[in-house]
């Protein structure tokens, strides 16, 4: 077994725990070395990011639904989550959609602002395009819990599920997302621009989506996963 393979299984592993994982899969390494490796290859741990999204006291929180969930069908279970990109300009907010099943980044948004708003049309924007998920999970951020942005899922009967206070992991498909973005693109070319991020972040999401091979997927890609692994409604009914 090796490094990338325990870290993709496990992104929230250290490296001495992805040297034991090694190790007792029949590996021979030492932890030193494992440690080498991965600051050499820029392999590090999936924590909590920066906490763009506060939290809203006053707003209503629903719990997270996605538990021991079996993912099996795409449109089963959509995310979002927002990550901010440092420019020469100051700080912009990205947000995308993401389909669980088969990792497709369905749409994202470049916003110079946090407002609601904006998040909630480009929900609608998405849903208008690729149908409705049976589950939308977000994480607790005042954006996500705002009326605005619940009101679309209500109106399209979508069941909302959300993170667990302080629980990143419990969205970690978005998590590795970011992570992929940024160290295959956005730290490497180090965009001055909003135009330039823009053009970036497009080529990049195409070539996740039609390119990119996933181990997580059987080595596949997200766009022929999404496509040929849809089912009929009846199917969809059966396996949930």
């Excluded at 490296?15 to 494992?34: H, S």
């Excluded at 079996?70 to 089963?76: D, H, L, S, T």
């Excluded at 912009?92 to 909630?120: C, E, G, P």
């Excluded at 999970?137 to 954006?143: A, E, I, M």
Aim: a positive charge.
């Amino acid at each position: 077994m090796k490094i990338k393979e325990v870290q993709i299984e496990h992104p929230y592993y250290g490296y001495r725990r992805i040297w034991r994982e090694i190790n007792k899969n029949g590996g021979d390494t030492t932890e030193t070395t494992v440690r080498r490796v991965m600051r050499r290859f820029g392999i590090t741990a999936v924590f909590p990011g920066k906490n763009l999204s506060k939290a809203c006291k006053y707003h209503k929180k629903y719990p997270y639904l996605l538990r021991n969930k079996v993912i099996r069908y795409p449109n089963q279970v959509w995310s979002t989550d927002i990550t901010y990109i440092k420019l020469s300009t100051g700080n912009v907010y990205l947000m995308a959609i993401i389909d669980w099943f088969s990792r497709k980044v369905l749409s994202w948004r470049v916003f110079n602002t946090m407002d609601a708003l904006q998040y909630a049309n480009l929900l609608k924007e998405t849903i208008e395009e690729y149908g409705c998920p049976a589950i939308f999970n977000t994480d607790q951020g005042s954006q996500f819990t705002s009326d605005v942005f619940i009101k679309v899922l209500v109106d399209y009967d979508i069941q909302i599920s959300m993170d667990g206070k302080e629980r990143a992991l419990d969205n970690i498909r978005i998590e590795r997302l970011w992570r992929s973005l940024k160290y295959e693109d956005i730290y490497l070319k180090r965009y001055e621009t909003m135009k330039d991020l823009k053009a970036g972040i497009n080529a990049y999401f195409n070539f996740y989506n039609t390119a990119r091979f996933h181990q997580s997927l059987d080595y596949n890609v997200p766009d022929e996963m999404y496509k040929c692994f849809q089912y009929n409604e009846l199917e969809r009914k059966r396996a949930a």
